[in-house]
């Protein structure tokens, strides 16, 4: 039953939820006018390079996974690094979050890593992206408060992070998660099952502490701004696909940056219907008229998915026939 409730979940109900947004957004709008928007007022070379720019941010955050995993496991190789990347995104296209465990469990099984240790190495490459996000939000609502904030408190309903926050269920699940690790830490000896969760623990905290064990910190920052950079000029560079849009600047390009980010964190695969409201939106802020908006997050959205889905079907292909000498056993030699 708990199986059967899952995929309905996974398949049914979260993609339900994208495609009801969607619906939404463009039900008012003529698919005629939407069509003959996509054929005449594109111009996909523009498309393409933001593809482009997609894919150099990828390799970057392969580079910087490889970094992460090095100082506590064997430095995997790139290609196999970058492959689990892309079969991650693509996993994540099926079920949301489902790609960040796959691509632990494609590195582990291709290049023999403790899954555990590259699970925790995940959680820091995540750290460093939300910190990231963070700076980008505070630099965005700083300099374009009067623009931005009404419309992120409305629609992200900020005020319900606060209620949380006072909420004593939250504290008592605190209180609950900090006895439960004194437990495990303390009768781990006397009982296997707590001695495997503590190993469990002891390797996830490894990997998450990776960060601090990075041999070339500079690197990793470098690799850290490159990536968001790459999102920024993925967004950037479509302006110039479309007349509505070609108008926006470098503002509105670190502005979309972040609420189409907040609009990806929703629960639905790939940030269907989430991320077009947010884009959407955010261009009516900026004066674009809402069909304009609507045929370039559709455009954008539809052109990143598709890279992904390519490159990721690509890497999943690639893997068994790339490492298939590692799983072959070595000819023995005998003398006659």
């Known amino acids: 039953m708990k199986k059967t409730f899952t995929k309905l979940l996974q398949y049914i109900l979260f993609p339900a939820i994208g495609l009801f947004i969607i619906y939404q957004l463009y039900k008012d709008q003529n698919a005629a006018e939407i069509l003959a928007a996509l054929r005449n007022d594109v111009d996909y070379k523009w498309i393409i390079l933001s593809i482009s720019l997609g894919i150099l941010s990828h390799i970057s955050r392969a580079m910087r996974w490889q970094m992460l995993i090095e100082p506590i496991e064997k430095k995997p190789g790139f290609i196999n690094t970058f492959a689990a990347v ?103 000896k006397q009982y296997r099952s707590l ?77 269907i219907g989430a991320w077009h409201f947010m884009v959407i939106a955010t261009l009516k802020l900026y004066g674009i008229p809402g069909e304009s908006g609507g045929v370039f997050a559709l455009v954008v959205h539809a052109a990143q998915n598709l890279m992904i889905i390519g490159a990721g079907l690509m890497a999943f292909g690639a893997l068994p026939l790339l490492n298939r000498n590692k799983h072959e056993k070595p000819a023995v030699v005998t003398n006659r």
């Not at 007349?243 to 907040?262: D, E, F, H, M």
């Open 86 to 188: 892309m079969i991650g995104y693509l996993a994540n296209l099926i079920f949301p979050r489902m790609g960040e465990v796959s691509r632990c469990g494609v590195l582990s099984k291709y290049e023999g890593l403790s899954f555990t240790r590259v699970v925790g190495t995940v959680v820091a490459e995540r750290l460093s992206d939300l910190l990231m996000l963070i700076l980008i939000m505070l630099a965005v609502l700083t300099l374009q408060f009067d623009l931005l904030g009404g419309f992120l408190l409305k629609t992200l309903k900020l005020e319900s992070f606060t209620e949380v926050l006072l909420s004593p269920l939250f504290y008592g699940v605190l209180a609950l998660t900090a006895v439960s690790l004194l437990v495990i830490k303390k009768y781990s």
């Open 195 to 271: 001695m495997f969760l503590k190993n469990l623990m002891k390797k996830f905290t490894e990997g998450l502490s990776s960060i601090r064990k990075i041999k070339n910190k500079p690197l990793f920052i470098f690799h850290t701004l490159f990536i968001w950079l790459m999102y920024f000029l993925m967004i950037y560079v479509c302006f110039y696909s479309m007349p509505a849009t070609s108008v926006l600047g470098i503002s509105a390009g670190i502005t979309i940056l972040l609420t189409g980010s907040l609009g990806m964190i929703a629960p639905v695969q790939g940030g």
